[in-house]
């Protein structure tokens, strides 16, 4: 039982970064919901209104899910970060269960831990108790977040439970895949491709009515079926807890079977040298990213064809003063028409290419992190080269992924039966460049300066600035504090222009930022893990 | 301190010509991480050719040194040069000119030995092809592993064997034979043994003293930081102390204190002592006492070594 405990503490400090920044993360969220609601719908005639316009929109559904109640701020915001959120703590879970699992084996330390008089299940309980420590952090977070917006404390604490299951639902996912493929980054992948398939089937339940059926086939669509402030069905709970445990048996049954270190599937160890890309740094690079590209493409790919296909489901209706104002607050497009649709969702393409950019300035620090840079810069290759490099590489890879978002929106529009502009769309997927190159600009001087902080800056900027775009005039914020966010100044082409000085003021900012980077960068110690 | 006078260095060291230049040479190179100093006023002079062995217990400052001589860390003070280049100022060229085998063998899980192989080689802008095959073979690598599924050692043959491929005018070793088994370590040193012939320089850092002993020109002993000690190993053992060991017919008789000798514990009818300076009184001593065997030998490399780690850690440097 002492070894048993000592595990779970283990576990749960080594994810402590992620798991607190998810939970304040959920907090806030939580908070900005309640009080954006009662400050934008203060009157029972405002909140009527604005359920006429959204309530049956399904563009929005796709984000949010299927409404229930949007009169009261409960419904409201069991609405909001019932569906939002649930995705989030999706990802936390498989994250947080490959981390307590697969990548310890990966580090060899399993196998350590295993040589001591420490039986196979009681390190997988262990390591999946710590895991459930930090579920219970989320929860208690959002229960914080709802409770300080002054939500029923009852209520809340039953909302912030049904995100609390969907994360525990993927903790178990985590733990299955963890066993079934032999590297943290497989296992990371098909935990991923797992909560993409489980979002798309709550989508298609949420979008296509002859469809909700579907939505008891994914524990996405149990959390929605919970029904937090709007008629609760705890009973739900029962399939989470049996999907759950049922899981964890497995995988605890599969983890006292198999070898140490090995997956239940396994890649082959001995291959005939493939030399492609092998002439640069840059080309290793690529070779090193190419699954994580593929997946980014076939998210974004993915999400592109949705909203491609649902460009069209806005119908133009007569809204009122407080609905076009509210619109107008997130940019001034008008929502009624295709591209004013795209304008607004491309809004997300922007902001996950920019995330994109982070994540590969967070794969460089995590070569030097596992000291292969070393390796590299005894050779003849000075770190200005290799960096830029690696840059060169993640803005070709943003233009690429951007320039896939907007040719797949524009098919399946066209596949729909609407007609937009591709040369509109394309420039629509040029838009997503400069604040990408901002925010890869100022993760390169993270990189440089406080190499160890990269991700946790990087990815808390970027959030942070894009939620107090979207955010912070519902909060009332005053304009100048809200001018201070980038995306605030991004065009929401196709349905506006490209806002050209801006944009090209934020190419000019991400590139002296990465030129100083660089410039650090080749004038610091390296600095392992 | 050392034997070999340290280098001097004058302003004309900039402008120098590349080709005359020593391929190591530090002068007070020192390094501090935050508040903890990990290298101090460093002298090193290693000629062309030459195979240096880098004596040191762990933590005692080996890695940190090769750190700022490859410009990989930044130094605190001093100067450091490779072939007359600052390798901070100026890496590429620096690096052009050597190949580093570290300590810990970080490679990409994801690729194969050969894969490795031609990605190293084509950033250093080629190799040896038919001597990395000959080294494929004496090693018994299997080139089609990946990274992934090799133990430590073949992971560090991977790197030894891309380093001494590219036949570069310098090896830097780091601690290369740690995880090689018995026969590996002998196809390492005759390996080293080639480079030397080929007239290229060796830097090796080493803790394994028989290796160090068989292979290296000169040594120079770290400690706490600082050289301690440095020269060949002829000039070490001159300046230590010999041993002495004397069997008895009988048990052990007392002797008389004498300058330069120190009795150590030896068992019963045995006497074992070390000499510092002429050994004469000793033998007088000896010569009316029922001696039936004497051996007399200089001391060992691990002796000179653990001297130095007994006495010499943490202080201001040996002699």
């Known amino acids: ?56 929109d399904v563009v929005v559904r796709i984000f949010y899910g299927v409404p229930h109640d949007l009169l009261s701020t409960g419904g409201y915001v069991a609405w909001r970060i019932g569906g939002t959120l649930a995705i989030f703590a999706a990802v936390w879970g498989v994250f947080a269960a490959v981390r307590a699992l697969r990548a310890e084996e990966d580090a060899g330390r399993a196998e350590l831990l295993l040589a001591a008089p420490i039986a196979r299940g009681t390190l997988f309980g262990g390591a999946i108790l710590g895991v459930v420590g930090g579920a219970a952090v989320l929860w208690a977070a959002s229960w914080a977040g709802l409770l300080a917006g002054g939500l029923a404390a009852g209520g809340s604490a039953y909302l912030a439970l049904a995100l609390a299951a969907v994360a525990l639902a993927f903790v178990a996912v985590g733990a299955v895949v963890s066993q079934l493929a032999p590297t943290r980054r497989l296992a990371l992948g098909a935990g991923m491709a797992a909560m993409l398939v489980a979002l798309i089937l709550r989508i298609v339940a949420d979008t296509a009515g002859s469809l909700a059926w579907m ?125 004013g649709a795209l304008g607004f969702y491309f809004l997300i393409f922007v902001f996950a290419i920019g995330l994109f ?68 769309l394309l420039e629509a997927g040029l838009n997503c460049l400069p604040s990408a190159v901002l925010f890869l600009g100022i993760a390169t001087l993270a990189f ?66 990465a030129l100083i980077g660089l410039r650090a960068f080749a004038h610091r110690d390296l600095l392992g893990d | 301190m050392s034997l070999i006078a340290p280098a001097t260095t004058t302003a004309a060291d900039r402008t120098r010509p590349v080709a005359e230049a020593p391929a190591i040479e530090t002068v007070g190179l020192g390094k501090s991480y935050g508040h903890s100093r990990a290298l101090a006023d460093l002298d090193l002079r290693i000629n062309r050719g030459e195979v240096y062995g880098y ?42 000119r050597l ?126 930081g600082r050289l301690v000690d440095q020269g060949t190993l002829g000039q070490l053992r001159h300046l230590s102390a010999h041993t002495v060991e004397a069997t008895f017919d009988g048990p052990t008789p007392k002797l008389p204190p004498l300058d330069g000798v120190r009795v150590e514990d030896s068992p019963e009818g045995t006497l074992r002592c070390e000499v510092s300076g002429p050994i004469q009184p000793l033998l007088k001593a000896l010569a009316d006492l029922p001696v039936v065997a004497l051996t007399s030998r200089e001391p060992s490399l691990e002796e000179i070594f653990l001297h130095h780690y007994d006495h010499g850690a943490g202080g201001d440097g040996g002699d």
């Open chain 2, 99 to 224: 190949a580093y085998v570290s300590g810990e063998p970080f490679l990409w899980p994801a690729l194969t030995g050969a894969e490795t192989f031609e990605f190293l080689s084509r950033l250093r802008g080629g190799d040896d092809p038919a001597y990395r095959a000959e080294l494929i073979e004496r090693f018994k690598l299997d080139p089609d592993k990946k990274v992934r599924a090799l133990s430590k050692g073949n992971r560090q043959k991977v790197l030894l064997i891309a380093a001494l491929a590219a036949r570069p005018d310098l090896l830097v070793l780091d601690e290369p034979t740690s995880g090689l088994d018995p026969l590996m370590e002998v196809a390492f040193r005759a390996a080293i043994a080639e480079a030397r012939e080929r007239g290229q320089t060796v830097f090796l850092s080493s803790h394994i003293l028989s290796e160090v002993e068989a292979l290296c020109d000169r040594v120079g002993i770290l400690s706490g």
């Open chain 1, 448 to 513: 440089a300066l406080v190499p160890r902080g990269t991700a946790l800056v990087a990815y808390g900027l970027i959030s942070v600035l894009f939620c107090w775009y979207l955010f912070g005039a519902i909060l009332g914020a005053p304009a100048w504090t809200l001018d201070l966010s980038p995306y605030q100044h991004v065009g929401l082409v196709p349905a506006q222009g490209l806002k050209v000085p801006e944009a090209l003021a934020m190419l000019a900012g991400g590139c002296l930022a």
């Open chain 1, 357 to 424: 950019a982070c994540g590969q300035v967070s794969a460089a620090r995590h070569e030097e992190a596992a000291s292969r840079l070393e390796t590299l810069f005894a050779l003849p290759l000075s770190r200005r080269r290799w960096l830029l490099e690696r840059l060169g590489l993640a803005v070709a890879a943003a233009l690429g992924l951007a320039l896939l978002a907007a040719v797949l929106a524009w098919a399946a529009a066209l596949a729909s039966g609407t007609h937009v502009s591709l040369p509109r």
């Open chain 1, 1 to 56: 039982m002492a070894a048993t405990r000592a595990l779970a503490r283990r576990a749960f400090a080594d994810g402590r970064t992620r798991t607190l920044s998810f939970a304040a993360f959920f907090a806030v969220m939580a908070l900005i919901q309640v009080v954006g609601y009662e400050r934008s719908y203060p009157t029972h005639a405002g909140r009527v209104e604005f359920a006429r316009v959204w309530g049956d």
């Open chain 1, 215 to 339: 939505r008891w086939a994914t524990p996405l669509g149990w959390a929605e079926e919970l029904r937090p402030f709007t008629g609760p069905r705890p009973a739900v709970l029962l399939l989470f807890a049996a999907w759950t445990v049922a899981l964890l048996a497995l995988a605890a049954a599969i983890a006292r079977r198999r070898d140490v270190g090995t997956g239940v599937l396994s890649t082959p160890d001995t291959e005939a040298p493939r030399l492609g890309l092998l002439g640069s740094s840059g080309g290793q690079a690529l070779r090193g990213e190419y699954g994580t590209l593929l997946g980014w493409a076939a998210g974004i790919g993915l999400f592109a064809m949705v909203v491609g296909l649902l460009a069209d489901t806005f119908e133009p209706r007569a809204l009122s003063h407080s609905i076009r104002e509210s619109i107008h607050r997130v940019g001034g497009a008008s929502l009624t028409t295709p591209t």
């Open chain 2, 55 to 96: 004596l040191g217990p762990n933590g005692a400052g080996k890695t940190t040194t090769i750190r700022l001589l490859l410009g990989l860390h930044r130094r605190s003070e001093g100067k450091a040069r490779i072939f007359g280049i600052d390798a901070w100022e100026d890496p590429v060229a620096a690096h052009r």
